[in-house]
């Protein structure tokens, strides 16, 4: 698909500003995630649990869906495509794996929130924190930012079988430039 | 994905090829550690007793609201602690 140049890069800056806004999001969640876990003091487990809630519904998930939506489109507007590149493959099945385990575990964060809202000072004591499921979204966050930097090559089956029905429309004259 | 694929990068490994081209060395590496990240987990996670898995997330699956706290306080807490009951007394 062919689009303005101005419209791709309004698309990249916003597709780049969900995908490192979510990295800093979940960074600034397993923060109050650890300071949960290691604080002894419970207004602040409690504090902290109330703003992991607030954190992860109203900017993690919103990063998370602009960012997978953003990429979408990316792919469909740039010569990349979706399908066509293992690391652009790679990159979406991780995203999207990232966002679906987000979306599955918020509940489980609110239920926990609201233990936290109503409970004495020593359960709050017990309740820990959330560290697994940030450290891990982290890990495969930074996996895809550094796919999107270096961009390994390597073309899927489907990628190769639309470049050779590209060169067989494109004539041998044009040196073949390949432009999807 | 900002700039458009180089022709190194567009044809990529093997495009010139006349069968499909196979799959590169760093796929199947990072496919190869994947899954022995994955095994770690799922090992780990059934040493520790388990308390976390796919059911955990299903529709349904409810934590209790404010009766937890005192599972809570058996179980030791956390969201690896929020096994079941029976798990928890173990």
């Known amino acids: ?180 | 994905m900002a700039d458009p694929p180089r022709r190194r990068d567009t044809a990529g490994v093997g495009a010139d090829r006349a069968s499909p081209p196979r799959m590169p060395r760093w796929v199947k590496l990072s496919l190869i550690v994947l899954a022995v990240l994955v095994l770690v987990v799922v090992i780990v996670m059934l040493i520790a007793g388990g308390g976390h898995g796919p059911s955990r997330h299903a529709p349904g699956v409810q934590l209790p609201a404010v009766s937890v706290t005192a599972d809570l306080a058996l179980s030791g807490g956390g969201l690896g602690g929020l096994a079941p009951p029976e798990a928890s007394q173990r």
Request: charged residues 15%.
């Open chain 1, 1 to 180: 698909m062919t689009v303005p140049p101005g419209l791709r890069k309004f698309t990249l800056t916003a597709h780049l500003t969900f995908s490192v806004g979510w990295i800093g999001a979940v960074v600034a969640y397993l923060a109050l995630g650890v300071s949960a876990t290691t604080s002894e003091d419970a207004e602040t487990i409690r504090a902290a649990w109330i703003a992991m809630e607030l954190t992860g519904w109203f900017v993690i998930v919103p990063l998370a869906v602009a960012a997978l939506l953003t990429g979408l489109v990316m792919s469909l507007i740039t010569p990349w495509g979706l399908f066509r590149h293992y690391w652009v493959l790679i990159a979406l099945v991780l995203t999207v794996f990232a966002t679906a385990i987000l979306l599955l575990h918020m509940p489980t964060v609110s239920s926990l929130a609201e233990v936290a809202r109503q409970a004495d000072d020593a359960a709050l004591q017990r309740l820990g924190g959330d560290l697994f499921h940030p450290g891990l979204g982290l890990v495969v966050l930074l996996t895809i930012t550094v796919l999107n930097v270096y961009k390994p090559r390597g073309l899927t089956r489907y990628g190769w079988r639309k470049q050779q029905e590209q060169r067989r429309r494109t004539p041998a004259t044009t040196g073949g430039t390949v432009q999807p």
